[in-house]
Nanobody, 124 residues
Framework: QVQLVESGGGLVQDGGSLRLSCAASGRTFSSASMGWFRQAPGKEREFVAAIRWSGASTRYADSVKGRFTISRDNAKNTLYLQMNSLKPEDTAVYYC?????????????????WGQGTQVTVSS
């Protein structure tokens, strides 16, 4: 099992920045990649970004490319999401997830473990 705990969400103005963190514990070596998803009220959970746990490969949703940066600190078993130039449409609950797949998946079904989520609200 892998336990994931997100932090860093909050309220920010349009154009502002936030950094989300996800602390992983348990059998983290079983997770080949980590990712961030988000879900706004009334909408489906959508892929945001992902990174291979053992390498530098990353992948982003088109809507966040150039604004968000995913990174990880293997020594701390922590995943990050730096979010810049935030927009009101980025408002959602953000979830950290871990996958056993050898490739970076963008479908929520590709991920085996999930955190409880952290709320990000961007005001206009």
């Amino acid at each position: 099992q892998v336990q994931l705990v997100e932090s860093g969400g909050g309220l920010v103005q349009d154009g502002g920045s936030l950094r989300l963190s996800c602390a992983a514990s348990g059998r983290t070596f079983s997770s080949a990649s980590m990712g961030w998803f988000r879900q706004a009220p009334g909408k489906e959970r959508e892929f945001v970004a992902a990174i291979r746990w053992s390498g530098a490969s990353t992948r982003y949703a088109d809507s966040v490319k150039g604004r968000f940066t995913i990174s990880r600190d293997n020594a701390k078993n922590t995943l990050y999401l730096q979010m810049n130039s935030l927009k009101p449409e980025d408002t959602a609950v953000y979830y950290c997830a871990a996958s056993k797949l050898s490739y970076i998946g963008t479908y929520y079904g590709n991920y085996n473990y999930w955190g409880q989520g952290t709320q990000v609200t961007v005001s206009s």
